[in-house]
């Protein structure tokens, strides 16, 4: 167990439609990070948010939205689903102490599998 | 720009062998960290070792080690005495403290029995 909680860990959804997917860092991190993962493919950097702010975009569709609340908690939002964006959403986190300070390695949630018909 | 680099989409090795997967990266940057990252097909992502670029000496985890080449930037997985449950995608990745981490693009690891 990581401690990075993703709910839900699966969707089924139309294409057009919306969803929201749910992260709860481990205790203590404040950078969340979101990739994305089709079959078969690597991870694709997505976005993260270090305490609140954004600190670094990927290749993350206008479609796609996220936020980190003061609670740390962070959302993907992803809409006008198309079939495309069926894959392995995961949400990973760190303790990031800043620039000055030892890297700490990311912990992964177990995934939000997203299958869009 | 930082990326990562693993050329090798599949590796084989025989039960209780050993086996290296390559990983290469380019940086600028002096102070930074790479990792390994073992995904199974339970898709779950673990890490399997870290090692700082400071630190001369390779980390090492139980069968697991690393020769970690700074000059060459070079970042390369040795699995001693494998067994089935290492069969898995295996993800190089890099960081600098403060920013995002980059990861290759995987290299599939069968243990043949």
């Known amino acids: 167990d990581s401690g990075v909680t993703q709910t839900p860990k699966h969707l089924i959804t139309a294409t057009g439609q919306r969803v929201t997917l749910r992260c709860s860092p481990r205790?203590?991190?404040?950078?969340v990070y979101w990739y994305q993962q089709s079959l078969d493919q690597g991870l694709q950097f997505l976005i993260q948010y270090y305490n609140g702010e954004e600190r670094a975009k990927g290749n993350i569709l206008e479609r796609f939205s996220a936020q980190q609340f003061p609670d740390l908690h962070s959302e993907l939002n992803l809409s006008s689903l198309e079939l495309g964006d069926s894959a392995l959403y995961f949400c990973a986190s760190s303790v990031d102490l800043g620039l000055d300070s030892p890297t700490g390695e990311l912990f992964f949630g177990e995934g939000s599998r997203l299958t869009v018909l | 720009a930082q990326t990562v680099t693993q050329s090798q989409p599949e590796m084989s090795v025989q039960e209780a062998e050993t086996v290296t997967l390559s990983c290469t990266y380019d940086?600028?940057?002096?102070?930074?960290?790479l990792f390994w990252y073992k995904q199974p097909p339970s898709r779950q992502m673990i890490l399997v070792i870290r090692?700082?670029?400071?630190?001369?000496q390779n980390a090492t985890e139980n069968r697991f080690s690393v020769n970690f080449q700074k000059a060459a930037k070079s970042f390369s997985l040795k699995i001693s005495d494998s067994q089935l449950g290492d069969a898995a995608m295996y993800f190089c990745?890099?960081?600098?403290?403060?920013?995002?981490?980059?990861f290759g693009t995987g290299t599939s690891l069968t243990v043949i029995p």
């Open positions: 940086t600028s940057e002096s102070d930074y960290y």
């Open positions: 205790s203590g991190d404040l950078s």
């Open positions: 090692q700082e670029a400071y630190k001369q």
């Open positions: 990745a890099y960081t600098i403290p403060g920013n995002q981490f980059y």
